[in-house]
């Protein structure tokens, strides 16, 4: 007998056939995948709806509020703005605003603020004076404290050498003066002349130490110390003197190429609008390491164009060049908006601290499931990387200078820009801040007179009459 | 008990002892409630002793200085050295240290400045405290510049309180504080009312005659300059454990006006006056940190004190005793 | 170093701060002079005088005048200053009333505090960022000496502030109200039993020594800037001029401005290390060898 097997037949084999294969096909392929996929993530605790509680502590009064009004501008943004974005993981942030003044008093407001306020964490502080006095009280308190600036070395080189709560957002201050020397050097092409002539007019204190002591050896190294020559130094107490003519003259009379300086604030005004009827700034560069980094607008109206601009060797609002970088961009636009100026140095500084805050917490929950204690985001904050408007910055995790955070810096040439109507910083030059700063692993010990690590590996480190960058 | 109050609230020792030891029981309640305030009251307890050494000066040798910052600052800046060059963390010690250089510089300089009087006292106070103040500012590599000195927990009876929570640690200073200022004021209060605290009186009243007296001017008010010093300089040396930081600022010609505020406020006319100067100070102070106008407030008190009340709170309540004890006896 | 190019340069720089100098202290000589007060505030009220330019004053008389007048814009900002601060004085008036006959210690506080009240009305009015007020300064220009180039405005406060010397002796020395107010100073009760009103000469003192200070605060102003803590660090140098010249004596004032101008320029010169401790160490030598100052113990 014959089996014929009939199109019925066929069809149904085949179509059963299909379903059976694509059966199989579709559920192998899925054992598959939830064999080499990632196990679901844990299933989140609960995270608390209580609103969060920052500290902002700036210097509101005096010679110093050209700083600290822009620093408590910038955190007060960062917040608004993550507010509007429904918080950090669904929390609100509040913030409390306290003034800074001396070192006394300082630490009795951040006291009270942590004791009295309980603050979740902490962003302020503009002075070297104070940051090394609230330094160890963070710690004893443990809180999370960022600093914005308050950059002297001697915080996490010798007040609290092994940082647990406190970070600092603005570059070291060794790598102020150093990188001011050294756009002044490539900038003004001081390796092409016989001899250069220096003179030098700092604040007296430690900073302007600081920023004489590291701008001085960056000149003798990378120049050659026979080539240089300091004609004339003064150091007019900060904030205390409003008549810079005796300075002046006498600056003037001694004939130097290049006037050094890290004046600040209400000094580096009066400096150079005195100066300038003295001419001064036809017969010297002026290399100010610091003068275009805070509130420009006031500070900077009518800066003689063609000196060197520095910007504390931090940031400046026109650079990373807006095309180039939308961060920069979106943070200039929305700071404008809000405060009617633009940003600078210290803005942009705790506009970052907040936002690494915020990032710091949000990565510790992906990984925890819950929100994070501090000891987390600590662990979080170290090594982490975040793109803030100034460019990539990090927090580094070893030592020396644990806790540090490291981003480039620029130096320019100032010139008035009429659509702005303040002198602007052009011709930027990046300086990586790697090549300027103490590595992490170096081991040496900090300079007996200078005070800092910095000096010491310049010192032994750098090869006399070449230019590290 | 009311009428030995009305008689002689402002210069009784135990009035003034009672006075300490109630806020050393109302502290750890304080604390409790508020641990900034409780800090607050760590102050206030703190600068007693200074005030009380001012107004030796002040009140019983009628010399009015408004530099004595300058002795705060050598109380600090001698517990900085001692922890800096020697690494010396022992707060009997420290207290040592600063009674010793303190003297010692006082000596030097009480040598030139107590010839003067009033004004040219005052002035010239100012100026040599701003010229200690200046190099403080100017060494930066001994005295850390506005750096400072950092100076870790102080060691009592050679314990260590490194590892001590917070709350611990700054009841252990309070009370160590509370102690040494019980000491001192009675010490002060025996000097007072000593034969040579009787010749600063007198030579406070009427100087052409206790000189005719046969009093030595000169070396009294040596001697209560020396003294008011010592007592200045721990007050120094306590804050400075007690802040934890050294730096200018202490030494610098506001805290000396603050000195001269607080001892006003208080009523620098009696005995107990800088005790409550202390302590009602440093409680405004904090209230008024809050506010921002911070001086406005301070300078309109100092007015309205010298105006209408310049007795400052001793007075004032010492008139609300008497009157309360009026009304008491009307009722009787 | 030492052509007469750079000493003109120097004594040009003495001069100017030496006349800054004179303007903040004068005025606190006379108070004390004629009303034996120490008027620690004084220096607030040439604070006063910058701000009441520098925060309102300026951008008035531009409007009024336009901003390329130069005479007016050189002439008006410290007069209007003066005018300011005079009119304060007379709300702080009671003030010295209450305090004049009274105690040394009295009057320390009370001006003290009147200090420290002034300081944070500043800070309440003009807010806390230094004021700038540099039209005339900049509209001045500059001219050379030899090849050093120099503000011409820091010449023009000079010959104010020697004009303004030379008006104040001429009042104190060769008119009838200078005389009683000389008087007045040297015995009060003697001369209110000759008929004069001693009140009056109060006031009239206060009110003169304000405008003083008024028209220092604006002539300087467009030199530099003005800035909270300035009167407290102006109060330290006056009082440095004072010790060194001489309390209470306006021959005083002169010698003791230039003299502190003086060594601070030469100071600079040698060792800008020592700056501020050099000028207070002279003032304690000075205290100590000769109280009355180098104005030679003058009453006047």
Known sequence: MTVKTGRRDFLKGLIGGLVVGGAVGVAGSEIYRSMIAPPPPPVKEEIPTSPLKAGIQAYLTGGGALWGKPMMQGAVLAIEEINEHGGILGRKINYVVKSETGPEETVREYRTMVLDEKIDFYVGLISSSNTPAVGPVAEELQTLTFFVDGCTDFLFEKAVPNPRFCFRITNIQSADGVSAAVGAIKLLNLMEKDKVRIAHIHPDYAYGRNAHAHMQITFEKVLGRDRVEVVYEAFPGLFKVTDFTPYITEIIASKPDVLASSLWGADVVNFYKQALGYGLFEKMKFVSCIAHAASPAEAVKDFPDGHIAGVHANYFFLYPEWTRYPVNKAFVEKYYRRWGTYPDSPSEGAYVAVYMYKNAVERAYEILGKWPEVDDIIKTLEGMTIYGPAGPIHVRAGTPNKHQCYKDGIVGISKYDPTYGFSILTNPITIPISKITVPEGWEGTPDPKAGTLAYSWISQTWREGELPV | MVRMLRRAFGDDIRVTLLLIIIIAIAYPVVYVVSPGWGVVLGHGITWVIALIGFNLLFNYAGLLSFGHALFLGIGAYTVGFMYKYLGITNVELHLLGSILSSAVIAFIIGFVVVKYTRIFFAILMLAIAQIFWSLYYKFYWITGGTDGIKVPRFSILGISLENLDFTSYHHIYFYLVTGIALVLVYIMWRIVNSPFGLALKAIRDNETRARFIGINVYKMRLYAFIISAIYTSITGALAANHHRLVTPDIAYWTTSGKVVFAALLGGAKVFIGPVLGSLIYHIIESFAMRFIYWQLIMGFFIIIIIIVMPGGFAQLIKTSIERGSRLIRRGE | ?300
């Not at chain 3, 050379?144 to 023009?156: A, C, D, L, Q, T």
């Open chain 3, 1 to 300: 170093m030492i052509g007469v190019e750079e000493i003109l340069i120097r004594a040009y720089n003495i001069f100017f701060g030496a006349s800054v100098l004179f303007l903040i202290s004068v005025g606190l000589n006379i108070i004390y002079g004629v009303m034996k007060i120490v008027n620690l505030a004084h220096p607030a009220f040439f604070t006063l005088g910058c701000y009441a330019v520098a925060g309102f004053g300026m951008g008035i008389i531009i409007n009024i005048f336009g901003s390329s007048s130069i005479t007016p814009i050189l002439i008006v900002p410290p007069l209007f200053a003066a005018l300011i601060v005079v009119i304060a004085s007379l709300l702080i008036f009671p003030l010295f009333l209450f305090m004049s006959g009274r105690g040394d210690e009295v009057q320390l506080l009370l001006t003290y505090g009147l200090l420290l009240i002034l300081e944070d009305l500043f800070r309440l009015i003009w807010g806390s960022e230094p004021l700038r007020s540099s039209q005339p300064y900049e509209l001045a220009g500059s001219i050379y000496i030899g090849e050093y180039i120099v503000p011409v405005y820091n010449i023009y406060v000079i010959v104010s502030a020697l004009t303004v010397a030379l008006l104040l002796w001429f009042f104190l020395f060769k008119t009838k109200q200078g005389i009683l107010i000389r008087a007045a100073s040297m015995d009060i009760e003697m001369t209110s039993a000759l008929g004069a009103d001693v009140r009056r000469v109060l006031l009239i003192t206060v009110l003169f020594a304000a405008f003083l200070a008024g028209l220092g605060g604006g002539l300087y102003i467009p030199s530099g800037s003005v800035m909270l803590g300035m009167s407290v660090e102006l109060l330290v140098l006056a009082f440095v001029v004072v010790v060194i010249g001489g309390l209470g004596s306006f021959l005083g004032s002169l010698i003791g401005s230039f003299i502190v101008s003086l060594l601070r320029t030469i100071t600079l010169i040698i060792f800008p290390e020592l700056e501020l401790a050099l000028i207070y160490i002279v003032a304690i030598i000075i205290l100590t060898l000769k109280p009355e100052g180098l104005g030679g113990g003058r009453k006047w």
